[in-house]
C-alpha cells in the first residue's frame, strides 16, 4: 500500500503529460475494459490502481474480442499470454495469436522473421518490421529482385559433391589393396543343431576371421598413406 501511494503520487505530479490514445484502444488490467480515453487526471489514477488491484485478464481479453481485435501479438519471451489467449477464445475464431520469442534455445532473430510471416499471411500489412537488420549491400539500390552475379571460376577450382566425392589418394589406396592377392574366406562355422563342441569351434573361426580383417584394413590403411606421400 505504502508503495503504491508513492506510486500514485507520483503520476498524479505527472498527469497532464497523459494523452488520449489518438489511433488505438488502450486497455486496462484493471477494469478489463478500454480505458484511458480522456487522459490527464483520470488516466493517472486508473494506473496508479494497477498496482494493487487483480488483474482481469479473460474480461479484458474478451473485451478486445468483442470490440474487434482479432491481432494480438506478445511482445517478450516465451509465449504464456499467447497461449492463455489462445484458450481464452473461443475455438474457430477468426484471430491471429503470435508470440514474437516463444523459445529461449532458438534463434531470437529467426522468430522474429517467422511471427511476421505470420501476421503477413494473416493479413497484417508490414513494412521495414526490423529496421536495424543489416542491408544485404548488393541489393542496395538494385530492387528485391536483383540477385547476385553468378562467381567465375577460378583455376584449378572443382565442383564437388559430398555425397560421390571420393578423393584420388583414398581410390588408389582401396584399388591396391583390393588387388593385391590377399584373400578372405570362410566356411559354415555351426549348424543349427550344433553341440558345444562345434560352436567352441566356430568361435575360434570368427576370432580368426577378425584377425584376419583387421590385418587386411591396416593394409589398406598402409596403402593409403604410401599414396598420400606419392603426391
Known sequence: QAAAAKFAARLRGVASAFKPPAHCKVYSNVTGEAAYARGGIESAELLARQMISPVQWVKQVQAMARDGARVFVE???RNTLAKLVSRILPEGEDVCVVALNPSKDRSSDMQLREAA?????????????DPWSLPDPYLVGRGAEA???????????LSLSAATFVAPRTTRATEAAMSDGYKLSGNVLATPTADAGELVAAKREAEKAHTRAEAAQAQAQAAEVEAAKEQ
Open 117 to 129: 510471416i505470420q501476421l503477413a499471411v494473416f493479413g497484417v500489412p508490414l513494412a521495414d518490421f
Open 75 to 77: 511482445f517478450g519471451p
Open 147 to 157: 540477385t547476385a552475379p553468378p562467381a567465375k571460376p577460378k583455376k584449378g577450382s
